[in-house]
């Protein structure tokens, strides 16, 4: 198979193990069945996910007028607790804005490299923890609008990480302490008009992922107008494992147009 494509982040399923797609833009390609196989992928353009220019990716998928341009690019994305649609504030366009914020989200906390918290769109679920290759979830809260949901967070992250290393997440995890009674210490640092989103049951999820074998050691490879070949071994989160221990995050080359070969 050899087949030239802009990039995109790949979706899943929550089997077990996780299943992979990935858009080939007039087809797709189920990534658990080229496990094992050796890979050629060459950088060959650009096509913005936003205009489709040809432009470089500037960050995100976007090419740089994009990036400070389009509503799917705004602060609040990365920042929730920026969010102003529930005041009926824009930032680039109100009604993108009521349609990705005004919705309901949850509070978590996800197993990855370490336990954090974050939130998330409930209809997104459960592919933001697989994105993030989280080990388990647990949803705890479920709130009306991004705006209340980025106010837990900030809340919390004085107490836990929000962030993921990928390398330790990279790695095999042995779990550790159990989230729930992490939970249970963390409630008592929210605010209290939040405490009526408390779900009375949180949400638990665990999910296995497609790998033969986790690397003793990690390199990782950013495409840049290069090329690279190599035996694919496991896909964790949105990263492709290879056996020589080099790893490629396929979420953070979006809108890269690739020229690729399964041998």
Partial sequence: ?????????????????????LDLKDDFLIVNEIIGREINIKHVGYECKSCGSDE???????????????????????????????????????????????????????????????????????????????DEALAFMEVPNRYLAGEAEVALKQHISDKTNWRAMLKPNGGGEDLTKILQELKRHLPGNLLPYLLPEPLHFAFVYPVEKYPETLKQMKLNLNEFSGKLAGIKGQYWIFEDGTVWNVRNHESYVIEMEVL
């Fill in 56 to 134: 470089p990716v500037y960050a995100r998928g976007f090419c740089k007028k994009c990036y400070f341009e389009s509503p799917y690019a705004g602060s609040w994305i990365i920042h929730p607790e920026k969010s102003t649609a529930h005041l009926g504030i824009a930032d680039r366009d109100l009604s993108v804005e009521k349609a990705m914020q005004l919705q309901p989200h949850y509070v978590y906390l996800a197993r990855t490299s370490q336990v954090k918290v974050g939130v998330t769109r409930v209809a997104q679920t459960p592919n933001r923890w697989i994105d993030q290759g989280a």
């Fill in 1 to 21: 198979m050899k087949r030239e494509f802009a990039l995109r982040k790949m979706d899943a399923e929550a089997s077990e193990p996780v299943r992979y797609f």
